[in-house]
C-alpha cells in the first residue's frame, strides 16, 4: 500500500485530534484594584476632557430661581412643602401639553415619595439642583382612570400613611387613618366617572406596588421628562416658597 502525502496529513490530523483533552473552568479569581489619588492620570485623556466637564459644571452651576427656606421630604408626616412643589410643577407644566393634544385637563398628580432624592436648600437653585432632586430618566404619562381605580389609589395612599407628592387631590382621614373625604378639584370623588392622572412610567409600570394604574382606559406619554418639568417650572418662577397645606391631614379625633 502506497502512502500519499495527503494520507500523512490526514492521519497526522487524526491521531493529535484524539489526544486533545477537553478544558473545564475550574475556578474564577478576583483581585480588588481600588481607584485612589495615588493612580497617575493620563495628560493626553485629562487634556481631552477638561474642556467638557468645564462646561459641564458652568450650565449646571447656573443660577434658575432663588428658595426662600430649606426643604426636604421628612418636613411632614403627610404632606411636604417640597412634595407639594414636585407635584404642583408636574401639574403645571404637563396640564397645558395635555390640554393641547386631548383637549381635557389633568385632575390630578401622584408621584412617589421616594422620587425626591434631594432637598433644595435656602439660596440659589441652579440647573444642578433639578439633577440631585430628580436624578432618573422618568417621564410624565397621564392615565385615564375611572373612579373606582381612583378610589384604590386613595387607599393606597391612606394605607401608606407617607407624604406621596399629590396635586389636585385633598384628602383628610381621621386619628386612625380612616378616610374621611375625598376631593378632586374641590368635588368629592365620584367611583361613575373618568379622571386624567398624571404620574411617571415607573409608578405606571406598577412601581411601589402602585398597581391600580392597571386596567385603564388610556395611557397618554407627554415624552416630557420630570426633571425636565422641573427645571422649566423653576425658570418660570425665578423665586419659591412652597409650603405644607391641607391637601393630606389627618384629625385628631
Avoid at 483533552?21 to 493620563?42: A, F, M, Q, W, Y
Avoid at 393634544?101 to 444642578?128: F, P, Q
Avoid at 387607599?155 to 380612616?178: E, F, Q, W
Avoid at 373625604?181 to 379622571?195: C, F, H, M, Q, S
Wanted: glycine share 4%.
Amino acid at each position: 500500500m502506497k502512502f500519499t502525502p495527503i494520507c500523512f496529513f490526514l492521519l497526522f490530523i487524526s491521531v493529535f485530534s484524539c489526544k486533545q483533552e477537553n478544558k473545564h473552568l475550574t475556578r474564577i479569581e478576583g483581585k480588588l484594584l481600588p481607584i485612589t489619588d495615588s493612580l497617575v492620570k493620563n495628560a493626553e485623556i485629562e487634556d481631552m476632557i477638561t474642556p467638557y466637564r468645564n462646561h459641564i459644571n458652568k450650565d449646571l452651576d447656573s443660577v434658575i430661581a432663588y428658595a426662600v427656606d430649606t426643604y426636604s421630604k421628612s418636613d411632614g408626616e403627610l404632606n411636604t412643602a417640597i412634595g407639594n412643589l414636585f407635584a404642583d410643577a408636574i401639574y403645571e407644566q404637563a396640564n397645558p401639553v395635555f390640554k393641547q393634544r386631548t383637549a381635557k385637563n389633568i385632575d390630578l398628580v401622584l408621584v412617589n415619595h421616594g422620587g425626591i432624592r434631594a432637598i433644595i436648600s435656602k439660596g440659589n437653585i441652579t440647573k444642578r439642583t433639578a439633577f440631585n432632586i430628580m436624578p432618573f430618566e422618568n417621564s410624565i404619562v397621564v392615565v385615564a382612570l375611572n373612579g373606582k381605580n381612583v378610589k384604590q389609589l386613595v387607599n393606597y395612599l391612606t394605607k401608606a400613611k407617607r407624604a406621596h407628592p399629590i396635586s389636585g387631590l385633598k384628602l383628610t382621614v381621621d386619628a386612625n387613618y380612616n378616610l374621611k373625604e375625598a376631593l378632586i378639584n374641590g368635588k368629592p370623588l365620584d367611583t361613575l366617572k373618568t379622571y386624567y392622572v398624571a404620574t411617571n412610567d415607573y409608578l405606571y409600570n406598577g412601581g411601589d406596588h402602585m398597581t391600580f394604574f392597571k386596567p385603564n382606559d388610556s395611557l397618554y406619554v407627554l415624552d416630557y421628562k420630570i426633571r425636565n418639568a422641573l427645571l422649566d417650572y423653576f425658570y418660570k418662577k425665578d423665586t419659591i416658597n412652597p409650603t405644607i397645606d391641607d391637601r393630606f391631614i389627618k384629625l385628631d379625633n
